[in-house]
């Protein structure tokens, strides 16, 4: 068994010390099996703009949850803007923005495009949904 | 035109008994103000979102009517305004090109209709937003500017032809150069289409940096901002700012998130053109105060 100063001593000399001493490090673990923890993946919800709604138009997410949304405009240059969560991006066609939700308590949230569309601009809006 | 204080105060008194309320800024002070007091003033009107090509008959039967209607109205008043600045959304938005031309070029054939010399015009995004604002430069010239009226300093802001609802680096710039050698006592007068403030960003009610412009209006001591956008009358005073919405010329909107979906208040047959008007302000030549009168275009 290697002890504590022959570790310090392995990580001193190594010319890739890290490395090694994360194996050395890691082999002393009385739980080294276990897999180590990792953040969950964020759930992800595609959005597709387009003058004037979004598909879906209600979105749901649970509290605490993480979620990045995927946004694709089939048209034109859109906005998608939650006021209240402080978040926005532009939504253009051809490319896919990626956007996470912060946090945010159990309430309704709407978005709506912030980038002017058309005579029906005002009505592109929907809802996060946080349950 | 020459609007001395007896005069003034019977803009005030019309205000008062004719078209409504009366909405006084209350006193304007300081050293500059008082140096340059004399009996005299001015009165300006503001109308604002006129949306002309805009057809629905539930909304507004009479859209091919109303802005001649308020076009008669301003050519009433007693005594007569100096000056006439729309504030936005002149036309209703259109994917044809040449159609918001052809609209443009109509709304400023009625509008010539205003027997006052002097008209100012700002876009809207209904006007500037698709195009850039090419369509609203070709009819009626730079969307920002600037004038001295009779001691008071207008900055005309461009708000919309960047269809994100910004100001913009360039404007911003612009704006910083032009009040940079005021004196902090002049008063300043703002006239814009969006709210520079957070009204209701979920309703598109904003200017994304909007805070950028008021902070560079902080150190005057009378800033009044007068916009459309919203089709309905809203007072609000921030800091030393106070901003001031019009009702338009098409159909009014409900109050700031007093219902769950924006949209237009229907026509009421009842009361025909309810919700609909204009607004004078008059200027005390002093800077001692100013007075807003709502003028509606429905009968009594």
New interface residues.
């Given amino acids: 068994m290697l002890t504590l100063a022959s570790v310090a001593v392995i990580a001193a000399t190594s010319g890739a010390s890290r490395p090694l001493l994360t194996a050395r490090l890691a082999s002393l673990r009385p739980d080294a099996e276990r897999p180590l923890p990792v953040a969950e993946a964020p759930r992800v919800v595609h959005v597709t703009a387009r003058r004037f709604e979004y598909e879906p138009a209600e979105i749901h997410v649970a509290a605490g949850e993480s979620v990045v949304l995927e946004l694709e405009s089939v048209d034109r240059r859109h906005g998608f803007s939650i006021p209240e969560l402080h978040v926005r991006a532009d939504v253009d066609p051809g490319t896919t923005t990626r956007l996470a939700l912060p946090k945010a308590a159990p309430g309704i949230y709407v978005f709506a495009c912030d980038v002017f569309c058309g005579s029906h601009h005002e009505d592109m809006a929907g809802e996060l949904i946080v349950d | 035109m020459e609007l001395d204080r007896r005069r003034f105060l019977q803009h005030s008194a019309l205000a008062t008994v004719g078209a409504g309320v009366v909405f006084s800024l209350g006193l304007r002070g300081g050293a500059l103000a008082a140096a340059h007091a004399r009996d005299d003033g001015f009165v300006f009107a503001q109308l604002s979102d006129t949306h002309w090509g805009f057809a629905d008959p539930k909304v507004n039967p009479e859209a091919e009517h109303t802005l001649a209607r308020a076009i008669d109205a301003v050519n009433a008043l007693s005594p007569r305004p100096d000056f006439v600045v729309f504030t936005g959304d002149l036309t ?4 044809d090109d040449d159609e918001r031309r052809r609209r443009m070029a109509r709304f400023a054939e009625i509008a010539r209709g205003l027997r006052i010399d002097k008209v100012r015009m700002l876009p809207g ?1 209904h006007d500037a ?2 195009d850039g604002g090419a369509a609203f430069r070709e009819h009626f010239g730079d969307p920002h500017y600037a004038f001295d009226h009779r001691g008071v300093h207008f900055v005309a802001l461009d708000n ?1 032809s960047d ?3 910004q100001v913009g680096a360039a404007q911003l710039a612009w704006l910083a150069d032009d009040l940079a050698s005021r004196d902090a006592e002049q008063p300043i007068v703002v006239l814009a289409h969006r709210p520079l403030f ?1 009204l209701a ?4 009610w ?1 200017t ?1 940096d909007g805070a950028q412009v008021t902070t560079q209006l902080e150190r005057f001591r009378n800033v009044t901002v007068f916009y459309g956008h919203i089709h309905q009358e809203h007072h609000r005073t921030i800091g030393r700012i106070a901003h001031h919405a019009a009702t338009s010329l098409i159909f009014p909107l409900p109050a700031p998130h007093s219902v769950p ?2 949209a237009p208040v229907p026509w009421d047959p009842a009361r025909p053109w309810a919700g609909l008007g204009f607004r004078t302000v008059a200027e005390a030549g002093s800077g001692e105060r100013v007075v807003l009168a709502e003028h509606s275009l429905a009968r009594p």
């Fill in positions: 209703h938005t259109t994917d995004e937003s698709l919309v269809p994100t609802g957070d960003p979920d309703w598109d904003a994304r979906k924006k």
